[in-house]
């Protein structure tokens, strides 16, 4: 039962260009997601969230896009900096049900210098 | 900067036998969690705990899992009788439990699991 998807398992990007990393949801109970990213060896860090009351969120180089209609956010990380090269993942879930979380797969970015 | 920690690092056991995975929260965190990420698949869900009780778990927690926190500072998974599928990265995570919408969750290294 994917809940939650991200489609795209890798994406490579020129350093200082846009990334833009999607995701899709099909819980529509869901209203709060959040962005992780991973390095190799280490655990998730979180980087940013949205509540579903918003749809946008904007936090320096990074900013979450959700469209609740279409129940798709998406990731845009500008300038992108080799440094962000790692892989993300997109998560979802209800607030106030323990916070269970619903992750997906992970998209691994490369910036190229 | 306060971080969770897990041990080991890494741990390998025999298919049935009893393995315990410790992690060390953030010590003012009030919610702590397990996740758990197969090889290539996605990290999924495996229990909260808050206030000394589970407060949610999956269906992958079954009976073979249980969470502790034994004393104020560790929490721990034990898996009674391990199966070549437990084989993981295992995640454990911790929040302020302040139930803001802005509740992060902090999460470990991770312990490789692997059950030969």
């Known amino acids: 039962d994917q809940q939650v998807k991200q489609n795209s398992p890798s994406l490579s990007v020129q350093e200082g260009r846009i990334s833009i990393l999607n995701c899709d949801y099909t819980?529509?109970?869901?209203?709060?997601f959040l962005w992780y990213k991973k390095y190799p060896a280490e655990g998730p860090t979180f980087l940013i969230s949205?509540?579903?009351i918003k749809d946008k969120n904007e936090d320096g180089r990074f900013t979450v896009f959700l469209n609740k209609s279409a129940k798709h956010l998406s990731l845009h990380i500008v300038p992108s900096q080799p440094g962000d090269s790692a892989v993300y993942f997109c998560?979802?879930?209800?607030w106030g049900t323990g916070n269970q979380f619903y992750f997906g797969t992970g998209t691994s970015l490369t910036v190229i210098p | 900067e306060p971080e969770v920690t897990q041990t080991p690092s890494h741990q390998v056991t025999q298919m049935g036998q009893e393995v315990i995975l410790r992690c060390v929260p953030i010590?003012?965190?009030?919610?702590f969690y397990w996740y758990r990420q197969i090889l290539g698949q996605k990290v999924e869900f495996l229990v909260s705990?808050?206030?000394?009780?589970?407060?949610?778990k999956s269906e992958i927690f079954d009976d073979q899992f249980s969470v502790e926190r034994p004393d104020g500072s560790n929490f721990t998974l034990k898996i009674r009788s391990t199966k070549l599928e437990d084989s993981a990265m295992y995640f454990c995570?911790?929040?302020?439990?302040?139930?803001?919408?802005?509740?992060?969750?902090?999460f470990g290294p991770g312990t490789r699991l692997t059950v030969l």
């Open positions: 949205i509540s579903s």
């Open positions: 010590s003012n965190h009030l919610y």
């Open positions: 705990f808050y206030n000394n009780e589970i407060s949610e």
């Open positions: 998560a979802a879930g209800e």
């Open positions: 995570a911790s929040s302020e439990g302040t139930g803001r919408s802005t509740d992060t969750q902090y």
């Open positions: 819980n529509s109970m869901f209203d709060y």
